[in-house]
């Protein structure tokens, strides 16, 4: 559409519904990424159509409940920030609605014209609110243990890097914002990332109209991964809480190209990522270690991650299983069955992206750092051609760098 | 067998019922959107029969904590392998839950649908438990336990249900018990299983891409018939009051959670209609559209991410519960009672009712988008005598002054608050 600006349509009228999104893709930074994080949620909180909260909410409420949201991610040392509205295929809107014209003047009206007071500031109200709300999304972060520990040990593995800030920068960093300066950092956003916008479900996007908005915004930086760095030794932390079960979280590091994407995805499948994996049906069923025991691959970070929920006097024990099983998988004890199982698992992951909108966006999304423009139905080609001998070679990169155990002393 | 065809001109959606020789209720709901078909074959029976009486036999029975789902973890398991492994082998990706009413196995698909479904159909009918197996789950239940334990949503709303009911099994938590799952035996896990897992006590759905007739078959091939035994709850009479009007506890959270709500007189299971009045009352009342959500949010009071309200109820228990974050839960709950009556003095604005309505009706639409929504939604409507398309419908034809109607049951004086507090 332009040099900073793709559009992505996936226009399948078999779906009651249609959503339309605008992500905006920039590196992540100490000093933009708590205010990055803010601004899409403080813009949308209310337009200079419906100049309040209330207002714009009961205009969603009569689009027979549309939503208007942001959404802060993280891919391995970029950020990627959000604006999307979804609501019902028009021919089901019984009041004549066009919805998607509804819904994309919606997002471009908060995108290009957002709300701002007499000083040219972005509202002191929402402003507070907004703020307010994020530093509570922290708090909830640490009430959820699973999310903490996976967060910390993620913290650890790439401390002092990129990829080590928070999607939505630290609680200080979110202390420290001031309205003072958000105008010209949404200005700095809208003028340097990269943007990624999707029409999908039950709607036929005008491009031209696409175009004439989004043909001049953005740059064109090209998103890059986390660079590979050999661990020099294992980092072990352990922090105590107040807690009846401990938590094991363990982060590997691995030397990959971009495009070996599905073979260290068909290896975490293997390794712990189906019911018939190896963490699953050693550590939690032969040993009754645990209610759960996988892993996960973060492409984008260069890093695959095991985490598991145990008794405190067995975190040593499952976590020499955890690596006794890696030893087995580098040392080639995987069979023709248990790759068959992993690989008719991802296919079937795959096949099912295209069943929700949300998924289809949470694909193309990520592909731009790795295969772009792939699509699952390629991905489930490439997937079938690997080998015993290809999974095993990929296990043997995978290095042990961080491990991060949350000790719970009995709980209270 | 009897077929009949439920069609919905508001969705523009259809389904079949049917009703299998064996006493198993089907229903098989066509979906050419995506690739997924879903199935899901589910029991009337969770965590609160633990008292029940059967049909054939005289006097109720009442076993430990915590066995509806041990047997959904055993159930997994056969002499010859665990269900997962035979799943493996198609590529459909399974599961199962237990809540307080149901218990369900699932799985979702997008090739070799027939294997899987023969695979769920044998699996669930098939029991194998011994001293050996039972025992080596207590762990694996045990941590799963312990990780609940440990989250502070799932304490603050047993904590809530708790102080609500002096005796309803709803209070107890789905799993038991450490100590009560140690009772449990393979002689339990039969005695329960053969009682509820009674196919006129089931019903299957299936929502996606498959051939009506082959599954039909499949059916007669795989389903076993079964005497036509009826299952009753048992429950110890629940006082109308609550038992604890607060309750708290501390946890490792950075920021205190709440459950507030108000008990009703549970009386006879709720209508469809009973569910859209009460559905759009709450829109009305506690929505992002709402008077009450912009003063609790600009008060500093509850954030959007995690305010929530909920209709909940079931086979003798029925509650209005809003949750989430906040500084000041005490606030809250005030400001929860004072919108409330405020609406019972001044009556529900015509334009909130209509406003809601269109809401409601846009996001079950949009929830029929989905096979896993759809598959899930029919089974626990029909565990509960009701029906998908009717409730959709009753949304559209609730009047005002039912929805109003609504406001009596919200009483100060049968409400309770609970809160998790930091350390």
């Given at each position: 559409m332009g040099p900073g600006a793709a559009m992505n349509s996936l226009s399948d009228a078999r779906f009651k519904t249609m959503r339309v999104s605008v992500n905006m893709l920039v590196p992540l930074t100490k000093e933009t990424a708590a205010p990055y994080a803010l601004l899409p949620s403080l813009v949308s909180?209310?337009?200079?159509?419906?100049?309040d909260y209330t207002a714009l909410n009961r205009r969603l409420s009569e689009l027979y409940g549309a939503t208007f949201s942001s959404c802060v991610r993280k891919f391995g040392e970029w950020q990627s920030v959000g604006l999307s509205a979804g609501g019902i295929a028009s021919r089901y809107a019984f009041g004549g609605e066009d919805m998607l014209e509804e819904l994309s003047r919606l997002l471009c009206s908060v995108l290009f014209s957002p709300l701002k007071d007499q000083e040219g500031l972005f509202p002191e109200e929402g402003f507070r609110q907004e703020k307010r709300q994020l530093l509570e999304m922290k708090d909830a972060e640490y009430n959820d243990k699973m999310t903490y520990a996976h967060q910390r040990c993620e913290e650890i593995l790439f401390?002092?890097?990129?990829?080590?800030?928070?999607r939505c920068g630290s609680r200080e960093d979110i202390e420290a914002l001031?309205?003072?300066d958000l105008s010209e950092l949404w200005e700095q956003l809208l003028r340097t990332a990269r943007f990624e916008i999707f029409t999908l479900g039950d709607c036929a996007p005008d491009s031209a109209w696409f175009a004439e908005r989004?043909?001049?915004?953005?740059?064109?930086q090209a998103p890059g991964r986390v660079a590979y760095a050999e661990p020099r030794e294992v980092r072990c932390v352990t922090e105590e809480q107040p807690l009846s079960q401990s938590k094991l979280s363990m982060a590997f590091r691995l030397d990959a190209e971009p495009k070996e994407r599905m073979l260290f995805q068909l290896m975490s499948a293997v390794f712990g990522?189906?019911?018939?994996s190896k963490l699953f049906q050693?550590?939690?069923?032969?040993?009754?270690?645990?209610y759960y025991c996988s892993s996960s691959f973060a492409g984008a970070s260069g890093a695959l991650f095991v985490e598991s929920g145990v008794e405190t006097e067995n975190l040593e024990k499952t976590q020499e299983a955890v690596l006794g099983q890696l030893k087995a998988l580098q040392a080639g004890q995987v069979t023709e069955e248990e790759l068959t199982f992993a690989k008719l698992a991802l296919c079937n992951a795959l096949h099912s992206v295209g069943d929700s909108l949300g998924a289809v966006e949470n694909w193309y999304l990520s592909r731009?750092?790795?295969?772009?423009?792939?699509s699952p139905e390629q991905a489930v080609e490439e997937l079938m051609g690997y080998t015993i001998e290809d999974v095993v070679e990929a296990a043997g990169r995978l290095r042990l760098d961080t491990v991060y155990w949350l000790k719970g002393n009995g709980g209270c | 067998m009897e077929i009949q065809k439920v069609k919905s001109p508001r969705a523009g959606d259809h389904y079949f019922k049917v009703c299998h020789p064996t006493g198993l209720t089907i229903y098989l709901y066509p979906k050419e959107s995506g690739n997924t078909t879903y199935a899901i074959f589910g029991a009337r029976?969770?965590?609160?029969?633990n008292c029940f009486r059967r049909s054939d036999e005289p006097g109720p029975e009442t076993v430990p904590e915590g066995i509806a789902h041990y047997l959904e973890h055993k159930l997994f398991e056969s002499e010859d392998g665990d269900a997962f492994a035979r799943f493996a082998r198609t590529g459909a990706s399974a599961n199962a839950y237990t809540s307080f009413e149901s218990t369900c196995y699932l799985f979702s698909c997008t090739e070799r649908f027939m294997e899987s479904l023969e695979i769920l159909l044998d699996f669930v009918q098939a029991p194998y438990f011994t001293e050996e197996t039972v025992k080596k789950e207590q762990g694996i239940i045990g941590q799963e336990i312990k990780m609940y334990d440990d989250d502070p949503q799932w304490r603050v709303l047993f904590n809530y249900l708790r102080a609500m009911y002096?005796?309803?099994?709803?209070?107890?938590?789905?799993?038991?018990t450490v100590e009560s799952i140690a009772k449990i035996t393979p002689e339990y896990l039969y005695r329960c299983y053969r009682t509820f897992y009674n196919l006129h006590n089931m019903a299957l759905v299936i929502v996606g891409k498959f051939d009506q007739d082959q599954v039909l078959n499949l059916c007669d091939k795989m389903l076993k018939p079964c005497e036509p035994v009826r299952v009753d709850r048992v429950f110890q009479k629940e006082p109308?009051?609550?038992?604890?009007?607060t309750v708290e506890e501390r946890l490792a959270v950075a920021l205190p959670l709440f459950q507030f709500g108000f008990k009703e007189e549970a009386g006879a299971l709720k209508t469809e209609k009973d569910l859209a009045a009460m559905e759009i009352l709450l829109e009305v009342l506690?929505?992002?559209?709402s008077p009450l959500f912009r003063r609790l949010l600009d008060g500093g009071l509850v954030n959007e991410s995690s305010f929530s309200y909920e209709y909940f109820e079931g086979a003798g228990y029925a509650t209005v519960m809003f949750g989430g974050e906040s500084h000041d839960p005490e606030a809250v709950a005030r400001a929860i009672k004072e919108e409330i009556g405020r609406l019972k003095r001044e009556g529900v604005p015509r334009d909130d009712f209509e406003r809601a309505k269109r809401a409601l009706y846009g996001e079950n639409i949009s929830a029929l988008n989905s096979a896993s929504s759809i598959a899930n939604g029919v089974l626990n409507l029909t565990l509960k005598g009701r029906e998908l398309f009717a409730y959709i419908d009753a949304l559209a034809q609730v009047t005002l002054e039912e929805v109003a109607e609504k406001?009596?049951?919200?009483r100060e004086d049968r409400s309770v608050l609970s809160v998790i507090r930091p350390l």
């Open positions: 909180r209310a337009t200079r159509q419906y100049p401390e002092g890097q990129r990829a080590g800030i928070n001031g309205r003072e989004f043909g001049g915004a953005g740059s064109s990522g189906t019911p018939s050693n550590v939690r069923e032969k040993m009754s270690l645990c731009v750092f790795d295969v772009p423009g792939q | 029976y969770g965590s609160i029969d002096h005796s309803h099994p709803i209070r107890l938590d789905i799993a038991g109308e009051t609550v038992a604890e009007p506690a929505s992002e559209s406001l009596t049951i919200l």
